[in-house]
């Protein structure tokens, strides 16, 4: 039997946390937390997630009518209950705008995979949902489409929306993209992100399925290790490329050992800038040559 009481705390703790963190300003945000088959405990619309007390969390049904609590239920509790409803092992579902990861989906940056392995492990691709008015039925049907292959999406120009079976879980899920997004733009920053090679790019996927955690890369027959072609059909609709950052193309199973597969969309996108710079150091050093050679014919 589930302690209610001990929930309505638990979500309480956990908007303290996102607040802190810096995941919602001002009533940003909401949490909810399925607790039987027709009764969802969720947080209230206009509130402060930093400082909710348990009596003011709400319970409502599955159809969204409010049951108790002294507040009115969040507005967006419908995409609460349509995920609950699409994945019943699902029981709490938290959304946000965690800027590091929001500023990936307002760029409509794919994230790279194949730089940090617990971010390999835990979280995988994540897709970027395209954008929808908020708190309407739109914005559900943005992120369904994901939801059995991701337990976080990021909505464009929007923020994110993270599954679990716990509170705390599903929070886990945001706070560990948020920190990856950050590290990423960091690294991006200094001048150079280093990805994993191929076999270290499998060695991790092998890792992943002995713990027995899933990964949508395995049921892919020669899908691209690190440059996010779990999701990449909905590139086209969402706008979202490579742009800023070029993880490497290899592919599983691939027999050469390098990013030989090539993707014409993903080439034509995306030119690095270090590869432009090899490119022109290329061309430079060419002319150099060619320059010295007639300089030394002219001599004789
Ligand atoms: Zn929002």
């Known amino acids: 039997m589930v302690n209610i009481h001990q929930i309505k705390e638990e979500i ?31 947080t209230p619309t206009q509130i402060c997630k930093g400082f909710m007390k348990p009596d003011d969390i709400c319970i409502v049904d599955m159809e969204g009518n409010q049951i108790s609590g002294n507040r009115k239920r969040t507005s967006e509790i419908f995409l609460h209950l349509k995920i609950m409803k699409e994945r019943p092992e699902v029981k709490s579902v938290l959304h946000c705008h965690p800027p590091y990861a929001t500023a990936f989906g307002i760029a409509r940056e794919a994230i790279p995979q194949c730089v940090l392995p617990e971010v390999d492990i835990y979280m995988g691709d994540v897709p970027i949902a395209d954008y929808a008015i908020p708190g309407g039925d739109e914005l559900a049907s943005t992120i369904l489409p994901f939801i059995h292959k991701s337990d976080i999406i990021v909505l464009a120009n929007h923020g994110t929306v993270s599954l679990g079976p716990t509170v705390e879980k599903a929070y886990w899920m945001t706070e560990l993209l948020d920190a990856y997004c950050r590290i990423l733009m960091l690294s991006r920053q200094l001048g150079k992100v280093s990805y994993f090679n191929k076999e270290e790019a499998e060695d991790l996927l092998k890792l992943k399925g002995q713990w027995g955690i899933k990964d949508p890369r395995a049921d892919i027959e020669n899908c691209e290790l690190c440059a996010n072609d779990i999701f990449r059909d909905s590139w086209k609709e969402t706008g979202v490329g490579h742009r800023a950052f070029d993880p490497p193309r290899f592919r599983r199973n691939d027999p050469e050992p390098c990013g030989c597969v090539s993707n014409p969309i993903l080439n034509n996108e995306s030119v690095s800038l270090e590869k432009q710079n090899d490119k022109n150091a290329d061309q430079e050093a060419l002319i150099k040559a060619i320059t010295e050679r007639v300089l030394e014919a002219l001599k004789k």
């Open 12 to 42: 309480c703790d956990m908007g303290r946390r996102l607040y802190n963190k810096g995941f919602a300003a001002a009533n940003d945000g909401n949490i909810s937390y399925r607790i039987d088959e027709n009764r969802v405990v969720c």
